[in-house]
């Protein structure tokens, strides 16, 4: 739409809308963080998402699951077929990734984020099938939520796809309950908002360690995230406040493809 003969930009700053925008900027700075933290940080939890980077790896995985998808039309409920789809799905998103040439970071393009929830999708209709879902999917499809939380295109959906982490790396923790998966479950439970099951996961990563370094190692890297998780639902509870006061007008996501932009979000 044009106003006063000009575009009208995604995000209006002036007056009251400046402060809204600066608060999202803050709470999304936080999943940021996180994101860098499952990236990098000292469990190496990151190799979960996968290693894909090439279009040509990508398309195989494409053509694989129109494949699967052509069976799926004869067996609908197949619980096998399902999870190769999301598995398919996902991993060609990995691979559907470009660098943002102002910030630097590897995002997704628009076609990655189309086949990451595609891949969510077939997951939500295996889980429908199976009773006892596969962890190591379960892990694949939780980052996948929280790279779609990164990029979401309103502050519900970023929400709502935080929350989609957190179920379902629950699931992975209970089967496979390990350092990796219980701490990343805790960081999801922060950012949920359930303090008390994320001090539990803690608990339980602590409590695996080979020795009490690495137990208090762990301890310190999950009580930065706990505060952060306390910011976050601030944040939230704060940008949602501010935005009843705009109406029906929707509180965009700032960083949708800008990922890894957080480094000026606190000027």
Not at 15 to 29: D, E, F, N, P, T
Request: hydrophobic share 35%; glycine share 10%.
């Amino acid at each position: 739409m044009a106003e006063s003969g000009e575009r009208r930009m995604l995000f209006d700053i002036r007056g009251r809308r400046k402060h809204v925008v600066r608060v999202v900027y803050a709470i999304l700075a936080l999943l940021m963080g996180a994101s860098l933290f499952l990236v990098v940080g000292p469990f190496n939890i990151g190799n979960l998402i996968g290693n894909g980077s090439s279009t040509s790896a990508a398309k195989v995985l494409q053509e694989q699951a129109e494949r699967t998808e052509q069976k799926l039309r004869r067996e609908p409920e197949s619980e096998a077929l399902l999870l190769a789809l999301t598995r398919e799905r996902i991993t060609a998103s990995n691979s559907l990734t470009e660098v943002n040439s102002e910030t630097g970071a590897t995002v997704l393009t628009p076609e990655g984020r189309q086949e990451l929830e595609r891949g969510i999708e077939a997951w939500g209709s295996y889980l429908k099938q199976s009773k006892k879902p596969k962890a190591n999917i379960a892990l694949l499809v939780s980052s996948g939520y929280f790279s779609l939380a990164q990029t979401s295109t309103a502050l519900e959906e970023t929400v709502e796809n935080i929350e989609g982490a957190a179920k379902t790396q629950r699931i992975a923790a209970e089967a496979q309950p390990t350092i990796n998966s219980l701490t990343t479950l805790g960081i999801y439970e922060y950012y949920v908002g359930n303090f008390a099951a994320g001090d539990k996961a803690v608990a339980e990563a602590e409590a695996k360690a080979s020795n009490k370094a690495e137990a208090k190692e762990i301890g310190k890297q999950m009580a930065e995230f706990r505060t952060r998780g306390k910011e976050f639902e601030k944040g939230k509870k704060e940008a949602e406040k501010e935005e009843a006061k705009f109406g029906k007008e929707r509180l965009q996501n700032p960083l949708g493809g800008l990922s890894g932009s957080a480094g000026s979000l606190g000027e």
